[in-house]
Nanobody, 123 residues
Framework: VQLVESGGGLVQPGGSLKLSCKAS????????MNWVRQAPGKGLEWVSG??????????ATVVTGRFTISRDNRENKHTLNLEMNSLKPEDTAVYYC???????????????WGQGTQVTVSS
């Protein structure tokens, strides 16, 4: 099983980034998927989740209206995405994709977990 995140980087406040997570080794389209982040010196924070078929999406209050989650369940894609707009310095964190029940901020409650990608929002 692999979840490989990409797309992180350094961006100025107000800017945008798109994160992607490529899944392999499990039945991706059977699983709800999530983005979870960890800011420097802080605990894990659930950011967003999407149902197995992509019909329902969910967001933490702090990112609602700024972030959009999506997924591509096609056999040759199996990708989870997070479009992040109007980024703020407080969005600085390592972002992880995770397979499992939507909404948890506890790593142990997820079945599969990626290595993370760093997002830094700074001028």
């Amino acid at each position: 099983v692999q979840l490989v995140e990409s797309g992180g980087g350094l961006v100025q406040p107000g800017g945008s980034l798109k994160l992607s997570c490529k899944a392999s080794g499990f039945n991706f389209d059977d699983w709800p998927m999530n983005w979870v982040r960890q800011a420097p010196g802080k605990g894990l924070e659930w950011v967003s989740g999407i149902s197995w078929d992509g019909t329902n999406d969910y967001y933490a209050t702090v990112v609602t209206g700024r972030f959009t989650i999506s997924r591509d369940n096609r056999e040759n894609k199996h990708t989870l995405n997070l479009e992040m707009n109007s980024l703020k310095p407080e969005d600085t964190a390592v972002y992880y994709c995770a397979a499992g029940q939507i909404g948890s901020s506890t790593k142990g409650e997820y079945s599969y977990w990626g290595q993370g990608t760093q997002v830094t929002v700074s001028s």
